[in-house]
């Protein structure tokens, strides 16, 4: 599976963004999907994931904020970030795989695709 992030960019606090992943493959379907980020000089960190059937977990520091949806005919996973808030400044990566909070849950991972909140 390849994945390729999209929808990043340079916001305001309280803005909302959409970031979008696109699969190749025709198993899109078989895996969870999951969103991490990673801000300088700090490691990887959940964000979301979505299960095959559309269960998902977020992070505390998004919940309420973030949601995160798929769509199997697409192939494509997204998260939609509302009230952008300074810290969500990250490069953001999405990941196929389990269902899962932790990166090594993850078999496949997308290129990442920056978004930078201003205050």
């Known amino acids: 599976v390849q994945l390729q992030a999209s929808g990043g960019g340079l916001v305001r606090a309280g803005d909302s963004l959409r970031l979008s992943c696109a699969a190749s493959?025709?198993?899109?379907?078989?895996?969870?999907m999951g969103w991490f980020r990673q801000a300088p000089g700090k490691e990887r960190e959940f964000v979301a994931v979505?299960?095959?059937?559309?269960?998902?977990v977020f992070a505390d520091s998004v919940k309420g904020r973030f949601t995160i949806s798929r769509d199997n005919l697409k192939n494509t996973v997204y998260l939609q970030m509302n009230s952008l808030k300074s810290e969500d400044t990250a490069v953001y990566y999405c990941?196929?795989?389990?269902?899962?909070?932790?990166?090594?849950?993850?078999?496949?991972w997308g290129q990442g695709t920056e978004v930078t909140v201003s205050s």
């Open positions: 990941a196929a795989g389990s269902y899962d909070t932790r990166p090594r849950g993850y078999d496949y």
């Open positions: 493959g025709r198993t899109f379907s078989s895996y969870a």
């Open positions: 979505i299960s095959r059937s559309g269960g998902t």
